[in-house]
């Protein structure tokens, strides 16, 4: 791969795992009402469903692109009923840690909610699809790409989780308007999945 495409690779990836997103947003509200080291259980499966997801992305490509056109309204629809549903539980949540009896997502449950995240499904088989088929079909090097993928998707992530960490008393002091800035800014993701 020459320069140009590394360099176009890294500038859509990183702008892709930094830009707001139902994970990015998941993270920095867990952190924000529980405190990193209670989050560190859904930052961990936001991750590992994260590579999970990039590597069946790298494994089915050909396929997934074949279907994709047929797929992709279903995928869209899925994807912006998960960000809304994310949307609800951000806007009703509390932000008095006194008032919160629930606890963060469990790994397990961030870790198969990556599966209805079309931002990341479309961000693997585009960088793919885009950076990596038309250059090699080398099964290591699209293995090779998918695990990059995820760690640049989860360094997006540690980012926003961090500056939740960071503004904690902040956004606990004002976390009701957070909360719904937060849940408007997902309702906003969902509505840009159509137009």
Not at 56 to 84: D, E, H, K, N, Q
Request: glycine fraction near 6%; include cysteine; hydrophobic fraction near 55%.
């Amino acid at each position: 791969m020459t320069p140009t495409i590394i360099s176009g690779f890294l500038t859509y990836t990183l702008i892709t795992a930094l830009t707001p997103g139902p994970n990015n947003i998941l993270a920095l509200s867990s952190v924000t009402q529980y405190g990193f080291r209670n989050s560190l259980r859904t930052l961990a499966g936001m991750s590992a469903g994260f590579l999970a997801l990039m590597l069946v992305c790298g494994v089915f490509t050909y396929s997934l692109i074949s279907i994709l056109p047929s797929a992709t309204r279903w995928l869209v629809w899925a994807g912006a009923a998960y960000i809304l549903w994310l949307a609800w539980c951000i806007a009703n949540s509390s932000s008095d840690s006194s008032e919160n009896a629930t606890q963060p997502l469990s790994f397990w449950v961030s870790f198969w909610l990556q599966f209805a995240n079309v931002k990341i499904i479309l961000y693997g088989i585009t960088a793919l699809s885009a950076f990596v088929l038309p250059y090699t079909q080398n099964v290591l090097w699209v293995t090779a790409v998918s695990i990059l993928l995820a760690i640049i998707g989860c360094l997006g992530n540690l980012v926003w989780a961090l500056a939740g960490h960071m503004f904690q008393s902040l956004f606990r002091k004002h976390g009701r308007l957070v909360n719904r800035i937060l849940a408007l800014l997902l309702v906003y993701c969902a509505v840009r999945m159509f137009f």
